[in-house]
């Protein structure tokens, strides 16, 4: 699996956690930065992460901000992308399976980094459901066409 990592200042620590997670699982993973704790512009980040899995460079994405709000709203204006801002194990897995998820935003202010990891285990481990949720994805995309 190919991951598209990033992270704000306030995540820079729990990418770290992360990366390594991902690399222990055998993920592909190019990291976008920032990787120091001087303040940056988290939709900077979002726009790198969110682009490479919209155009196919990347399988997914996870995004690390303080709440993974900020990085979640950004991510979204891309075209394709479904950014899941998620806090505990239980809406990760059902971000993949009902809304198939592409992109997971954490919150290192707000995760306790088990918590964090367990997240990232369970949302690259779920299938998307398809069936009805696949309908509901469709109008999804159809208000994205829609949007002016
Ligand atoms: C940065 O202080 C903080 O606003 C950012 O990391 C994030 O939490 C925004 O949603």
């Keep these: 699996m190919r ?4 992270a704000d200042h306030a995540g820079v620590a729990l990418k ?10 055998h993920a592909e993973v190019e990291d976008f930065g920032t990787d120091s704790d001087a303040s940056v512009d988290y939709p ?3 726009e790198r992460v969110a682009r490479a899995v919209a155009a196919g460079k990347a399988d997914v994405g996870i995004l690390i901000c303080g709440t993974g709000i900020g990085m979640a709203m950004a991510a979204n ?6 950014a899941a801002p998620v806090t505990d194990v239980e809406t990760a897995r059902l971000s993949r399976e ?9 919150g290192a202010r707000t995760t306790p980094i088990d ?9 690259l481990d779920t299938e998307f459901a398809g069936g009805r949720h ?3 994805l469709d109008k999804i995309a159809a208000l994205e066409q829609a949007r002016t």
């Design 115 to 123: 918590r964090a990891m367990a997240i990232v285990r369970v949302f």
């Design 16 to 25: 770290r956690d992360v990366k390594h997670l991902l690399t222990d699982l």
């Design 3 to 6: 991951v598209a990592l990033a």
């Design 77 to 82: 204006k891309v075209a394709g992308i479904r």
């Design 98 to 106: 009902h809304n198939d998820a592409n992109v997971l935003a954490i």
């Design 44 to 46: 900077d980040y979002a």
């Design 134 to 136: 696949q309908r509901r």
